[in-house]
Nanobody, 119 residues
Framework: QVQLVESGGGLVQPGGSLRLSCAAS????????MGWYRQAPGKQRELVAGLTKGGVTNYADSVKGRFTISRDNAKNTVYLQMNSLKPEDTAVYYC?????????????WGQGTQVTVSS
């Protein structure tokens, strides 16, 4: 079993920045991809960014050029640097980890962290 703990959410003004962290623990040897999803009230959960063990990244079109996913292997932690934040970025952000792909039945979820972008 894998445990994921997110941190770093909060309230920021439009144009501001936040960095989210996701620390993984447990049986992490089988984890090959980690990423971030978000879900706004009344909307479906969507993939924001993903990062494979080999360093391949994937971003939602809505965040390309503004968000960056990265990792610190020594700390078993993945980050999401969010810049130029917009009100439409407001959502609960969830860390996810899987053996092959994100979001599937065998993947693991963090508890979520709230990001609110408002003036």
């Amino acid at each position: 079993q894998v445990q994921l703990v997110e941190s770093g959410g909060g309230l920021v003004q439009p144009g501001g920045s936040l960095r989210l962290s996701c620390a993984a623990s447990g049986n992490i040897f089988s984890i090959n991809v980690m990423g971030w999803y978000r879900q706004a009230p009344g909307k479906q959960r969507e993939l924001v960014a993903g990062l494979t063990k080999g360093g391949v990244t994937n971003y939602a079109d809505s965040v390309k050029g503004r968000f960056t996913i990265s990792r610190d292997n020594a700390k078993n932690t993945v980050y999401l640097q969010m810049n130029s934040l917009k009100p439409e970025d407001t959502a609960v952000y969830y860390c996810n980890a899987g053996g092959t792909s994100l979001g599937g039945r065998g993947s693991y979820w963090g508890q979520g962290t709230q990001v609110t972008v408002s003036s």
